[in-house]
């Protein structure tokens, strides 16, 4: 496959400090050293956790402790105190290993192709070439090597992830439909304004969660409610927010201060569009009860001044009034491709092979195409149908957009490897319909995806055998 990832929904794996260096989640894996000092009364080889048939060792915990202590100062998120920042990591790490042991129950694979594009969106998004990443990198004291793989463990999570989600995740026309007629939308009329300011507006969310484990009785759920009213009072009262995140929320993104990111309204799920509805920036809501436990928000930012400038370049057309019109490219490509037995030069030179049988006219694109590329479109002649802008990475597009109907280009790099591309034809389209469908889907997509999200997980913890022997009344089932 050739084609761009979509943008990730909670995996955001570029993380930029002052100085420039990028890492992804996970990255500290790569960068563990030995804590200075040991948690008191724990000895260094002992058992902190058993998750299933794996250990979980306190050398391990107290490596994780000292990087996540050295992220939260870099972040200026106050830490909690040792024993309960303890107890934080240990439980992230317990999910950590139980998304593992699925995905190789699964087994989910990454292959190079999908490591190289991972790098090649990273690079994108940093408006940086790949080898400057690299360069980044490297300064930052991480090895090029440990950093592929941390990130091909992150890329194996995420797809874990987004296929746990998406096949719970079903949205039919009449979904979309009433998405858009939500949102003023009618085909076909004109001079029509399709998202109200608030919808496309921008929102920023940061999250504490205190989780109530399924089946607890009645008297648990009330416990746990006083939990997270005593957490409200102190974060309307001035308490850190991020802080308080850290400390108490049962969320996988509690070691980050409980920060969400940012969104179109319409990404967020419904209930928390209506209980932030009227909160102003550093505004705290009320207790949110779901079916996972009790939610308190804060916003962190409002209006679309506060989008990043990618999302705000995705979401600009929900707001352009008349038709949209896109010229669609049809072409073909055949791609060899790059792996650690095939090298970038064999690559290259296999491709010439071809590109100079095909320069002798006997034989055609399509023909080629179907005996010796190693794309998923080869058996159909390399043909990959009509092409919107966007569809395709940077260098495949760029060099594809420099060719006239009926021309082959020269040999052209991507994450994939190396392709010969052939323009067929183009045409301009009103795409306005279908783009306007497309990003309901999404939206409405996005909206459901951190539910179902959080029910996969509560879903791995049940039917888990987990002992934490530092916090046994966390523990969600014996086997």
């Known amino acids: 496959m050739m084609f761009a990832l979509p943008v990730k929904r909670r995996m955001a794996w570029v993380l930029v400090s002052a100085v420039g260096a990028l890492s992804v989640p996970g990255l500290a894996h790569a960068q563990a050293q030995e804590p200075a000092t040991r948690a008191s009364g724990q000895f260094v080889d002992g058992i902190a956790a058993i998750v299933n048939k794996h250990v979980i060792t306190m050398q391990e915990l107290n490596a994780q402790l000292h990087i996540v202590q050295g992220q939260l100062q870099q972040q200026n ?14 439980q992230r790490m317990i999910m950590e290993e139980l998304e593992k042991q699925e995905a190789d129950r699964l087994g989910v ?7 190289e594009r991972a ?6 998004r940093n408006q940086i070439s790949v080898d400057q990443l690299r360069e980044n990198v490297e300064k930052g004291g991480v090895s090029w090597n440990a950093y592929r793989q941390n990130l091909r463990d992150e890329v194996r999570i995420d797809m874990l992830r987004r296929d746990a989600v998406e096949h719970t995740i079903q949205i039919s026309e009449a979904d979309v439909d009433a998405f858009l007629r939500s949102q003023g939308y009618r085909p076909g009329a004109a001079n029509q304004q399709t998202a109200p300011a608030q919808q496309s507006a921008a929102l920023g969310l940061a999250h504490i969660l205190v989780a109530v484990p399924e089946g607890s009785s009645s008297s648990r759920v009330a416990e746990l409610r006083a939990k997270a009213q005593a957490i409200l009072e102190r974060a309307r009262g001035g308490a850190d927010f991020a802080g308080l995140a850290a400390a108490s929320s049962d969320a996988p993104e509690a070691l980050s201060g409980g920060d969400l990111g940012v969104r179109p309204v319409d990404g967020w799920p419904e209930l928390f569009v209506q209980a932030t509805r009227n909160l102003q920036p550093g505004q705290v809501s ?18 679309s001044s506060a989008a990043p400038a990618q999302a705000q370049a995705q979401e600009q057309p929900s707001q352009e009034q008349g038709p949209m019109m896109v010229t669609q490219t049809h072409a073909r490509h055949i ?22 049988r095909l320069e002798l006219g006997n034989e055609s694109f399509e023909d080629l195409a179907r005996r010796y590329s190693q794309d998923a479109s080869g058996p159909q002649g390399g043909d990959l149908g009509w092409l919107s802008p966007g569809t395709t990475v940077p260098p495949f597009e760029q060099a594809m957009n420099a060719l006239e109907p009926g021309q082959v280009s020269g040999l052209v790099k991507s994450p994939f ?3 010969l591309i052939k323009v067929i034809e183009r045409r301009t389209r009103n795409m306005e319909n279908e783009y306007r469908r497309m990003q309901a889907r999404q939206a409405l997509f ?8 959080e029910d996969w997980l509560n879903q791995l913890r049940t039917q888990a055998y987990i002992d934490n022997r530092l916090d046994p009344q966390s523990n969600r089932s014996r086997r």
Not at 77 to 90: G, R, S
Not at 119 to 124: F, G, S, V, Y
Not at 335 to 352: E, G, M
Request: aromatic share 4%; no cysteine; net charge negative.
């Open 335 to 356: 791609l060899i491709k790059t792996n650690q037995v095939v090298t970038d030069d064999q690559a290259q030179a296999r491709l010439r092979q071809i590109q100079e």
């Open 109 to 115: 694979r990454v292959s190079e192709a999908d490591v």
């Open 77 to 90: 998120i106050p830490a909690p105190d040792q024993e309960t920042l303890q107890k934080q990591v240990l």
């Open 446 to 453: 996005q909206r459901r995806a951190d539910p179902a999200y």
């Open 119 to 124: 790098l090649a969106e990273i690079a994108q």
């Open 286 to 303: 009320d207790i949110i009860q779901s079916g996972n436990g009790f939610h308190i928000l804060k916003v962190t930012t409002r209006g």
């Open 417 to 419: 490897g190396w392709h």
